[in-house]
């Protein structure tokens, strides 16, 4: 019988101290069912608390109000060749640089719909699995790279240390217990997958794996656009870690090329263009540096990326909410700014003293860089400052170096009986504290007020937080019966409204609901001349508003209101939208509803003669 020919070597490592090179071998679960087992529960644990949450932030932009996703299978083709939040505003609205072509989560929440139409449970579920699944494909890679000493322990080891503390990492819990965060999982489950098929290809080159490595990072696309980032990532890898030939880079590049091109081709065909529609973005939620000089937006980039790393080292406080403005807007005279780029620089540093060298800081530094680089908004303007869960891939190249300096180099630099106990000591500290506080973050996302109840403590200063906790009070306000109960409800809302516009005076979503909650204060203190000071504001603002109109209609009717009704419509109508804005549309149109009252008002018809004439 003919010998079987040796597997060719997909890992060699170059430092003397990292292993032997590994050889692709079967038997992979049976010798890592315990890790598995232990990574897979505590990925499902801490997160099954979160089964009967509600749907809570953009949930309802990608399914409980997304008239694709609750056709439910019918809605998939819909949703595969639309921007994807056309579902839920009806048509393309170009909110945010570069729209978002972003389907395959959507497909799934889809499919999630028809079995259980209006359940975020089963959403909830998906998540939590695909999470687990996640995990546990990152592991098997870690295997592949860092392969298992003889003389060491498994729970002891780069991937298993590494992997646990992925699992638990508070700054994922955005991704896991918010139903939408699931194109974060799908993405980086996809290119997992390709960097996956990728070495499995070096092990005995057979094309499928190519092809799957392709249709693999295709699907990471389709999830979200940031696995782009993974086209200089899995080289990368290989440099890193493998013993790659030249045609192997070629050979292995050109499928996530190809497949790259083919999403870009599909996403330029269903949005209209690549990168900018021409529009320029002047929303401040949706370009927070849209007000601000190039090197204030500069210093405050740099200032998130370094709050990005405090997150990573010490994930402590959280919050879902960075609009304007929780976080300041920085200078070149701060020191945060500067600690920030110092923090960088090292790493470049670090990165070409050891890319020849192949050592495993170099390549964290480079993975950390190339992920975060797309949401950094150094590329384009991502629609917010920052996010935690821009960092669910990057937050890789932390665990690993972390567990490398653990695992490996402290028994090397503290020989003897002091390196090891004290690298378990670390370790065990570091993922009791994640672990605790990943269960004491999930309950956050319950629901509305239990979510923005925990972000407005955090982001004070953040317009968005402060409309949004307002909008959940509103539903409490609403649920409840007892007037006094409802007046202290009303009470903190409007606290909290006022602060939004204080905010961000032209904010449309939080206008609207200062308008709201106007309303509702004027049903329990009949103070009129409140009312109208409030509806002032917004037009100092805005143009227009609709619910001011509607409530105006309202007051019309009133005629003990008249006088004030009547100066109202002046005001408005002649001294902000005339005098003030210049804006004769408007000026016109209020000083006409002050006519229509009362045609015989001598100082309106005055105001009016004066702006038709201008």
Excluded at 19 to 41: D, E, N, T
Excluded at 280 to 289: G, Q, V, Y
Aim: aromatic letters at 16%; proline letters at 5%.
């Amino acid at each position: 019988m003919a010998k079987k020919k040796a597997s060719t070597p997909v890992v060699k490592r170059t430092k003397p101290d990292s292993g032997p090179p590994y050889v692709w071998v079967s038997g992979f679960f049976r010798k890592h069912w315990p890790a598995l087992i232990i990574l897979a529960a505590l990925a499902i644990i801490p997160y099954w608390q979160s089964l009967n949450y509600e749907y809570v932030l953009d949930d309802q932009i990608v399914i409980s109000k997304n008239n694709y996703t609750k056709e439910g299978l019918s809605g998939i083709w819909d949703i595969l060749s639309s921007e994807s939040m056309e579902g839920y505003f009806g048509e393309q609205k170009d909110l945010v640089a570069g729209a978002r072509y972003r389907p395959l989560s959507i497909v799934t929440f889809a499919i999630e719909y028809s079995l259980m139409p209006d359940n975020p449970w089963i959403g909830h579920l998906g998540n939590i699995l695909f999470y687990a699944l996640t995990c546990l494909l990152l592991y098997r890679i870690l295997v592949l790279l860092f392969p298992l000493a003889a003389s060491r322990q498994w729970w002891w080891s780069i991937p298993f240390v590494a992997g646990v503390m992925y699992v638990l990492h508070p700054v994922h819990t955005e991704v896991v217990a918010n139903i939408k965060g699931r194109d974060e999982i799908l993405v980086f489950l996809g290119a997992l997958g390709s960097v996956w098929l990728t070495l499995r290809y070096l092990s005995d080159k057979r094309n499928l794996w190519l092809i799957l490595s392709g249709f693999s990072f295709f699907m990471a696309l389709l999830s979200k656009e940031n696995a782009i980032t993974f086209l200089a990532v899995i080289p990368a890898v290989l440099w890193f870690f493998t013993a790659a030939k030249k045609e192997d880079y070629i050979r292995t590049f050109v499928p996530i090329l190809s497949a790259t091109v083919i999403y870009l081709l599909i996403r330029y065909n269903v949005i209209g263009y690549f990168l900018s529609s021409g529009k320029e973005i002047t929303d401040l939620m949706n370009n927070p540096f849209v007000d601000m000089r190039m090197d204030e937006k500069l210093a405050t980039i740099v200032y998130t990326l370094g709050l990005y790393l405090k997150l990573l080292i010490y994930p402590h406080p959280l919050t879902h909410d960075y609009y304007p403005y929780a976080i300041p807007i920085m200078n070149w005279g701060k020191w945060q700014v500067w600690l920030s780029l110092a923090a960088y620089a090292g790493m470049i540093v670090l990165f070409f003293r050891g890319y020849k060298k192949k050592t495993v800081p170099a390549f964290a530094v480079f993975f950390f860089l190339a992920t975060i680089s797309i949401v950094s908004n150094l590329v384009f303007p991502v629609g917010t400052f920052m996010n935690e869960r821009f960092i669910f891939i990057s937050s890789v190249a932390f665990v690993m170096v972390l567990s490398w300096i653990l695992v490996e180099k402290l028994p090397e630099w503290l020989p003897g009986k002091i390196g090891l106990p004290l690298g378990l000591l670390v370790a065990g500290a570091i993922v009791i504290g994640y672990g605790m506080k990943t269960w004491n973050r999930v309950p956050v996302w319950e629901n509305a007020l239990t979510l923005n109840s925990a972000a407005i403590k955090v982001s004070p200063n953040s317009a968005r937080a402060n409309t949004f906790m307002a909008t959940a009070l509103y539903q409490k306000y609403r649920a409840t019966e007892d007037p006094e109960e409802q007046k202290k409800i009303l009470g903190d809302m409007g606290i909290y409204i006022r602060r939004a516009v204080d905010i961000y005076p032209s904010y449309f979503s939080g206008l609207t609901m200062y308008v709201g909650i106007l309303s509702e204060e004027f049903r329990f203190d009949n103070d009129i001349d409140k009312l109208l000071a409030g509806f002032r504001r917004v037009f100092e603002n805005r143009d227009y508003l609709q619910f001011v109109d509607q409530y105006m209609d309202f007051l019309d009717k009133q005629p003990q209101y008249q006088t004030k009704v009547l100066e109202f419509y002046y005001q408005v109508g002649y001294q902000i939208f005339w005098q003030r804005r210049r804006n004769k549309q408007y000026a016109i149109k209020y000083l006409q509803r002050g006519l229509n009252l009362q045609p015989g008002n001598q100082i309106l018809q005055a105001a009016m003669d004066e702006v038709r004439r201008g």
